[in-house]
């Protein structure tokens, strides 16, 4: 599943107003989500804006479970918001991870449920499209899940960004084990989103994957140069490493400039990269 962009989220929290909401919204901007998740629970009244920031501040934290109870909150005061239904589906996901096996079925139907109305209440909501994909994609078909409806979904999103469209189209062949035309989709969503850095990241954990160290290395160093000190190239190079076993006191050393980084919710959570840099460290 792919981050939702901090621009997409904060479109839905335009009507809240207020200094303490304010300040909430900063910090949480700034990665503090223990800060902004104090401000909020100090409010005695609380609108569908609060709710929203309090469910994703615990969302960001690892606590789906507190997240997905003040996300109904808020679908249930602004029902027809594609925004927080999406985060709902983000919400139960997440549980359907890592909570108890025996409701993670349940939990997985609700992230699809609420995935499908996200995007029947916005069809131009691309990052409920494109975790509606995943869902599809990745899910077994007793909870929703198909290669059939992946593709559709596919097909959806090519017509709306094209780079986006042969990135899902690679992970469909994929998932089919055809490489050479992973490779191809891959190339091709660089080549029409030249300056989009994540592009060029997706092409090089293919590479590494594929055994192909050398070119993936190659790839990393022109991400470098396309979005110089970009913390989300940092993570991915050192993720790769620790992957494929090898460079890891680079790893280290990438994991250790990213946790010094100033980040936003858009990159991978810092707990993400301790657990990545305890593994290596023996910690």
């Known amino acids: 599943m792919r981050f939702l962009s901090l621009a997409t989220f904060t479109c839905a929290l335009l009507f809240a107003a207020g200094p303490e909401y304010d300040r909430a919204l900063d910090l949480y901007k700034h990665t503090d989500y223990e800060g902004s998740l104090k401000l909020l629970l100090r409010l005695q009244e609380r609108s569908a804006a609060d709710l929203a920031l309090i469910g994703q501040n615990y969302f960001m934290l690892g606590n789906a479970k507190r997240a997905s109870y003040f996300i109904q909150q808020e679908v249930t005061v602004e029902p027809n918001n594609s925004v927080y239904h999406h985060w709902l589906g983000r919400a139960y996901g997440r549980s359907a991870e890592t909570g108890n096996p025996f409701t993670a079925l349940g939990q997985a139907s609700k992230a699809r449920q609420s995935f499908e109305k996200a995007v029947e209440l916005d069809p131009k909501n691309s990052d409920a499209v494109n975790d509606l994909f995943e869902f599809y994609l990745e899910a077994p078909g007793f909870v929703g899940g198909g290669m059939d409806k992946a593709t559709q979904v596919a097909e959806r999103i090519a017509e709306h960004d094209a780079a986006e469209g042969n990135y899902a189209h690679a992970r469909i062949a994929e998932k089919h084990k055809q490489f050479p035309d992973v490779e191809k989709y891959l190339r091709r969503a660089m080549q029409l989103a030249p300056h989009q850095v994540g592009r060029v990241i997706d092409l090089a954990k ?39 076993k090898r460079n890891i006191e680079t790893a280290k050393a990438l994991l250790e400039k990213y946790l010094a980084s100033s980040l936003t919710p858009d990159d991978p959570p810092r707990a993400d990269a301790q657990k990545l840099l305890r593994q290596v460290s023996g910690g």
Do not use: N
């Open 206 to 244: 293919f590479l590494a994957k594929q055994g192909r160290f050398e070119e993936s290395d190659k790839t990393f160093v022109a991400a470098q140069k396309l979005a110089p000190d970009a913390p989300k190239v940092m993570y991915a190079r050192a993720a790769t490493y620790i992957e494929t």
